[in-house]
């Protein structure tokens, strides 16, 4: 039941960011971290944890003792007098779930991104004990009871929000096992702790995995990486290299690059292998980790981890998932062989043999776009972080109707040297804040994501009064190799940011009463939903004209940019194929085939030939694959949310996109956060019926 939030004119406006923060200074802070009352130093994470816990101890006492005390079977109390003593509870309920969550998932931020290692390890040792305290309420039975009795007698009288919040309560409760007798239950929560090991396990190693290779410089024909960077990674090497060879890493500034635009077959074979096998001890580990989420939803009454998983999502069951999947497949069969065959084409033009193999795919897809376009136009010289800010900015006042403005970030409340930091308000009404950590750096979480830090809701005070709460959120990338603002970067990166902005916006501009159904706080499969649309914005011109600027100041032309979808969708049943492999690789990792003992490779290798995809073997993919781990069986929800997405943007489109008719759409999505039943958000935003198995 208690849970983290863890787990998008032409007048360009001047973006002023600030200067780089000292981190050197963090021992004696101007500001507390995140300006966030209490955390000073990285002890705070504890002292914090304990005032959290008691907070909880002291709701759920005074909540058992009211709800206990109340007769609710007297006829005399079934009166208007009985409506505001169940809504104070439901109130208590949130509000401890609410005292966790100020502090798990600020620990889960600060563990995965703090540039000091003992703030990430005080933030780590954090969320440990929470996520074990979260899994002791998760079976507590006198406050499963309370429940009850409230929903027994208030859903008569609660509105719809506190009818939903008060039943979802009471279902997360018994998914996690409050209805088995004391021994089972007591199991699950000894095997919940072992998989919050294993997770944050899988975790770190995605994170401090790193593969240091040599190749011949010669080989590298096609690319100019930076010298200061591969100077210094010589060092690393050990026995030191050659003189005549060049040092690289698995970072992706390196492999991205290569597997893209490097001609030599050999040296993209020795990237693809070295990045697909660089944290081969997590094998092990997503092994453990599959065996104990399948033992615990067995325990539950649940044939898989995935059938636990997708029993509260729009899916509603694994089965109409693989359906989905199947739908996907067969749409995209015809146009993934053309598509494969010219690739195959392209190969032999050039290396005299069609055998495609996963190293090539990047490589002759960008070969195959760069000789079928028409324009000489780059995205990347119109797209920098700066403008891109000053694109969401746009967003959100002549689409949303809100004002973002970005403050300095105080001497002690980041956690690097480059963060951003803006307010968002609504007529006058300061909404939320959110934070953007976009650069690579050491020990940091190493994929794009929006993390959840507070909630916005009304919770309790220590008077029992309700005190607003406004939201924190940030978005953690890594853009280039260069920590600039100013420094061009590429669409896809656009993209993500703007995906990422996407998740940020559903948690600023979301209105509920609690805060366990805030933002996103929803099913994954309806809560991907608004980040797909806000990449949109950065492949529609009408959005784009307003900010992709050149250095020289020329804004993009509507003709480059329907040229550039054009190529972008060139291999659009190639990489929705690649989408569906990997969501029905998640199904069948988290699936019933757990008991059959099939590895994680031998399952990846055989979808890879149903799917009729290349495949290396002895490379694991898997193994770095975060998604996995956060995302266990619920993969599918990309694809998923990207059908509603198109569909969404396709209306906010035609009444003009860029104004407030469109956002009226777009904000009617993100409002209720988790309060209301998505499938009647989406048709609301739609104004017709939808079929979710069709996309």
Known sequence: MFRSSYGLGR?????????????SSLASPVAPLLNLSGYTTPASFLAQTN???????????DLLSSVNSFDFDNSNNQTNETYPNLILNLHRLDSISNSICSVIDLAELIRNVHKCPEWREKANESFSVLYGFISELNTDVELYNAVKKIEEHGLHKFDYEESRMIKLLRTEFESDGIHLPDADRSDIVGLKNELMDLESEFQNNIISSRNIYSVPSKSLTALNFDPTVLSQLRSHLTPPPQPSETVLTTDNYFTSSILK????????????????????????????????RHEIAGKLGFGSHADRTIADKMAGRRGNVIDFLEEQVLATEEGFKREMEVLAEKKYEREGTRDIMPWDIPYYVNICKEENTVSSMDYSEYLTVSNCLSGMKNVCSKVLG?????????????????????????EGNHMGTLYLDLYPREDKYNHAAHFTVRC???????????????????????????????????????????????HAMHSIMSRTKFQHMSGTRGPVDFVETPSHIMEYFVRDWRSLREFAVRQDGKVIEEKDVKEAERIKGMFKNLEKRQQ??????????????????????????GLHGKYSMPFAKG??????????????????????????????????????LMNRESGAKLGSLLRPGGSKDPFQLVEGALGYEWDGQKG
């Open 11 to 23: 007048n360009i406006q001047q973006i002023v960011h600030p200067s780089k923060n000292n981190l």
């Open 51 to 61: 005032v959290a816990i008691s907070q909880c101890v002291s709701l759920r006492s």
């Open 261 to 292: 635009y490097e001609p030599s077959p050999t040296l993209r074979s020795e990237c693809y292998i070295q990045s697909h096998t660089v944290s081969s001890h997590n094998l092990p580990v997503l092994e453990d980790l599959r065996s104990l």
């Open 402 to 426: 809100v004002d973002m403005v970005e403050e300095k970030v105080e001497r002690g409340e980041g956690w690097c040297d480059t963060l951003i930091k803006y307010n968002f308000s609504s």
């Open 456 to 502: 916005g809701c009304k919770f309790l005070d220590s008077s029992d009064s309700l005190t607003s709460q406004k939201p924190v959120v940030a978005i953690v990338a890594n853009f280039g190799s260069s920590d600039s603002v100013y420094s061009n970067i590429s669409h896809n990166e656009a993209e993500t940011l703007f995906h990422e902005f996407g």
């Open 580 to 605: 569906t492999l990997y969501s029905e690789y998640d199904q069948a990792l988290f699936g019933p085939n757990v008991v059959d003992e099939v590895d994680s490779s031998v399952i990846l290798e």
């Open 619 to 656: 490379t694991h993919w898997q193994s770095t694959f975060g998604h996995l781990n956060t995302y266990g069986a619920a993969y599918y929800a990309y694809p998923w949310a990207q059908g509603i997405a198109g569909n969404v943007f396709n209306e906010m489109s035609k009444v003009g």
